[in-house]
Structure formats: structure tokens, C-alpha cells
């Protein structure tokens, strides 16, 4: 399983990014997915989650209204459309999935909000 994310850097805020995660290794549609966020000091929370068809989704309440999770099965990728951006979203950005007992992440990406 491999899971490789792509988007982040230094936006100003207010603006807007959109992060890939590019998953192989597995059947991808039959799995949902996960985005985690951890920011200096502080712990790792999760920002938004899909199900495996795309119907179901579910986010921070400190994101909600400003990003979305979305995939696309044919190309096994997640994606975070994050809008509205704020200096608080400042953090390492990572992809996660399950596999029965295994647990999957990716190797993470940046993103820096700030003037």
C-alpha cells in the first residue's frame, strides 16, 4: 500500500489549495478515506473523511463550510479542496486509510498559510 500526497505550500490567507492522494496497492473504491492534519505542538486531528463510493463525508467543525473531501475512483485518488484558507490550517497534511487491522498513511504535505 502506498498513499502519495501532492498540493501543499505557502498560500496567503484567504486563498485556496487543493491536495492529491494518490493510493495504489489496493482496491482503492472499496475503501473510504481520510485526511489528518498535525501542526506544530499540537496533536493530530482529522479534517475530513469519504467513503469508499463518495456518497458519505464528514469534516472538522473547524473546517467545515471551507474544504472538501472528494475522490475519484477511476484515477485512486482523494482529494481536499481547502478554500478560505486561515493561518490556523498551517500543518503537515496526510492521507489515511484502513485495511482491516492495518492502518495506512501517506508521507504527508505541507501547507504554510501566512502573509
Known amino acids: 500500500v502506498q498513499l502519495v500526497e501532492s498540493g501543499g505550500g505557502l498560500v496567503q490567507p484567504g486563498g485556496s489549495l487543493r491536495l492529491s492522494c494518490a493510493a495504489s496497492?489496493?482496491?482503492?473504491?472499496?475503501?473510504?478515506m481520510s485526511w489528518y492534519r498535525q501542526a506544530p505542538g499540537k496533536e493530530r486531528e482529522l479534517v475530513a473523511a469519504?467513503?469508499?463510493?463518495?456518497?458519505?463525508?464528514n469534516y472538522a467543525d473547524s473546517v467545515k463550510g471551507r474544504f472538501t473531501i472528494s475522490r475519484d475512483n477511476a484515477k485512486n485518488t482523494v482529494y481536499l479542496q481547502m478554500n478560505s484558507l486561515k493561518p490556523e490550517d498551517t500543518a503537515v497534511y496526510c492521507c489515511?486509510?484502513?485495511?482491516?487491522?492495518?492502518?495506512?498513511w501517506g508521507q504527508g504535505t505541507q501547507v504554510t498559510v501566512s502573509s
Open positions: 489515511y486509510t484502513v485495511r482491516g487491522p492495518a492502518a495506512y
Open positions: 469519504i467513503s469508499s463510493g463518495g456518497r458519505s463525508t
Open positions: 496497492g489496493f482496491t482503492f473504491s472499496s475503501y473510504a
